[in-house]
């Protein structure tokens, strides 16, 4: 073939390769079981869980206070009943929703860019269901009676609700969580099989083999291992979707003015993606650069990722727009009122930041110069995390605020605990973040080999480079 | 002969998913029946192509996923019409559709721990000891390599002959597998 040509495979390589060239499935099961099964660990690890756990420290001061004074140490009052807590807890459950996404919904579009960044993007999905867990379960103010939300045969006569969305959230919340927790599992089990058979200390050849379960690369075994792994990705796609969709149920069917809207269940799925896949970035390009995996996370992963936060970033703008438009086409003036205190209100300023985070500061990334630079990307991701945050801001407490008679009305202001509440829970999520990262494979490696080109002279024995295979062989 | 470990198998180890299709294909059409390929990653073809045709876990998820249907809408009609009913403003008890985002949940919920479950339990695992770990090459199914491995309770099974012919099939190495 002539050398241009050559030259000119590399360049489309370079841009749009899922995997850098010349791996083996030997090299690339040793460079990614390397990260784990290493007695070294980079210094931006360290760096990393050090954040994650000082921060943690803010949490388990705040839980323990707050268990013994109450509630009332967070900034809630009456009309403003959910305050941090719910923000908080809508914040990270969106979160979490990319990586349901990201290993369901694009596994079943065949988008096998996915293969590099769903392991961690469900660890992600783990952690941020995790803290948002927390949120609603402390805010019951006795959280040791919370399993009465569940319908548990008691001595009382009493059963939850099943009218109520909130109770609609329990059930929508802990299936999430475990169908994540499953999704997981079932991803690592040849991974952990891998770990077994390479790690070189006894102890750790046990945990990873009774992890591992025995697996063994059957074939037949693969067979129902891969008829699992799709229908469980079948099932994960619906329930996302549900998911946030009866999170929003929880403002959607109250009857408060700028709750009480249908277009609620859409634009919260789209602001999870948006706000998940806004997460994803923010975390793996610091964590791409400390491993050395850009072969692994290449641009493209990090161009498509971006394009996903795009488009999911214009659903939310126009779920703003039509909330706006909608204020003012109803005639109703309850609801008219509520969109016009929103930009013009005591919390303008947070409306006003929301639109610049989530609308017009995602704009950069039309430009092919943004998506290319991982700094600029980054920093947009990051402040679409901030956006996202904002947004239910504006949606709770400044519907709350102004109740339907002027002497009802009140202020919001979260107080010390609701940020070190705050701040605990990002804590928590770094601190198992950096923990699975170092314990477990955060890229799916049997994934990674099935994406290897095939054929006799892709897998050269070492010592000759294997050909440059072309883009999406 | 009765000095020996008993024979579990003989296991060809190949380098690549493609020689271990057409090594799979061979053993089945010339005969062989009880074997088992082993791979890093699931190859396409290669559970049809040693004779496995199905598995029966769609069907288990799809009966889960009913059972669950009906388990969550039965609960929410037993606590709400049957062991606690509440007039609120003579609104029907039955209150169907606030009903479905729970059965919906459980649905879910049944057909997913089913397929995990299911997959987990109808592969045998957790097993802690099989024969084939015994072959020290073993760890690199996990790794960058392939395995057929032709078992000892095979009616065609015969020590010399079936190693003649997995040699035949170009591995890098045939070796035993004791039980």
Known sequence: MAADGHEHAARVQAHSAIIGPGHTYGSVTDKLGEIVLTTTTPRGWFVGFALGFLLLQLFFMTVPYLIFKGVGIWGINIPVGWGFDIINFVWWIGIGHAGTLISAILLLLRQEWRTSINRFAEAMTLFAVSCAGLFPLLHTGRPWFAYWLLPIPNTLPLWPQPRSPLVWDVFAVTTYFTVSLLFWYVGLIPDLATFRDRAKHRLLQITYGVLALGWRGSAIHWHRYETAYLLLAGLATPLVVSVHSVVSFDFAVGIVPGWHSTIFPPYFVAGAIYSGFAMVLTLTIPIRKIYGLEDFITMRHLRNMANVMLATGLIVAYGYLMEAFMGWFSGNPYEGYAQWNRMTGPYAPIYWTLILCNILVPQALWSDRVKRNVPALFVVAFIVNVGMWLERFVIIPVSLHRDFVPSAWGMYYPTFWDWTMFLGTIGLFLSLMFLFIRGLPMISIFEIRALLPRGEKAQLPPGRQAPTPAAGA | ?179
């Open chain 2, 1 to 179: 002969m009765s000095l020996a470990p008993p024979l579990y198998g003989l296991m060809a180890e190949f380098d690549t998913p493609e020689a271990v299709l057409a090594a799979a294909r061979r053993a089945y059409a010339r005969g062989y029946r009880r074997m088992d390929a082993y791979t890093p990653f699931p190859v396409e073809g290669l559970s049809e192509a040693i004779g496995f045709q199905h598995t029966c876990l769609p069907l288990l998820v799809l009966i889960a996923g009913l059972v669950g249907a009906i388990v969550g809408f039965a609960s929410q009609y037993y606590a709400t019409v049957i062991d606690y009913p509440l007039n609120v403003g003579g609104r029907p008890l039955n209150s169907w559709p606030s009903y479905i985002p729970i059965t919906f949940e459980v649905v879910i919920l049944f057909a997913a721990l089913t397929a995990v479950v299911g997959m987990i339990a109808l592969n045998g695992l957790p097993m802690p000891y099989h024969p084939v770990f015994n072959v020290p090459a073993f760890s690199g199914a996990s790794r960058d390599r392939f395995f057929l491995c032709i078992e000892a309770t095979d009616p065609l099974f015969d020590r010399e002959a079936t190693q003649r012919f997995l040699e035949g099939l170009g591995p890098r190495e045939v070796s035993e597998v004791e039980q």
